[in-house]
């Protein structure tokens, strides 16, 4: 990411020309932190209206609501790992990182990340719950559970990420330590290690992360076919309880999507704008297409921000 450095000397015509592209690059470095400040704006605003929202309202206080908290909270967390710094970065002439702070990011990007794709499974299986065992529904999503399944998505991208952060750490560095990535990102940081041993943490770590992610995916969508079996089987009467399952879907795609596009599309097949496009799809973007999504596609929340308003205006 850091611009290349520019020579010292007379103004001949290549030099003025470096400098003019400078000067472009700049431009575009400002129109593109303005940008990132105000998606990183909304991302924890949004997240924060949504909290605040399940907060206040009782008619929120149902598991759905619950987890839909969590993962606000997540995605709040998720962005702040990156943003601020790549922000911070375009403000400096030395676009550097210590090493203690990279192993630090990747960790903490891969344990929301990794809680995030486990709680949007949780999320899944409390639909299938209420749509195909409504009279057991208060029962089987207990309080216990709904406790012990945001319990087991925080843990289980904790551990995960600990693992791949001190496997990277083992590993030394040499040459010009230099990652050409946005920020500190497992594949990117393991091509700048000059160890034999750097393809067995790739190992390790797409094991551990497939492992999260294809599980969590799997999960939903074997909840999603069975709810889609029970919808099509009952009819009316479940249809619109599927309604409220539109909102969860959406936000499913967008992050199993761009993460997919991001993890397993080779990096050496694309550009690195591209790799760079992918990356704030799934890193910065969708933390902020959550709350938005849930805003525009779910009653219950728009009716929630409706009466807070009108109690504020009427206060």
Known sequence: MSPKSLQRGNLSRPTMFLLLGFSSAYRAEVTLCLCLSLVYLVTVLGNLLIMTLIWLDAHLHS?????LGHLSFMDICYSSVTLPKILGDSFSPQKSISFVGCI????????????????????AYDRYLAI??????????SRKMRHGLVAVSWLSGSFSSLVQALLTARLPFCGSNTIDHLFCEMPFLLKASCSP????????????????AMGSFLLTLTSYVRIIGTVLQKGAGTQRAF????SHLAVVSLFFG??????LVPHSSGSKEMDEVLTLLYAVVTPMLNPIIYSLRNSEVRGAIRKALHRGVLQ
Do not use: R
């Open 63 to 67: 598991p759905m609501y619950f987890f």
């Open 104 to 123: 630090t990011q990747i960790y903490f990007f891969l344990c929301f990340g990794g809680s995030e794709c486990m709680i949007l499974a949780a999320m």
């Open 132 to 141: 195909c065992h409504p009279l057991h529904y208060s029962v089987l999503m």
């Open 197 to 212: 041993d750097a393809p067995l943490n790739k190992a390790a770590m797409y094991a551990l992360a497939g492992t999260i």
């Open 243 to 246: 309604a409220t399952c539109t």
């Open 258 to 263: 761009a993460g997919a596009a991001a993890y």
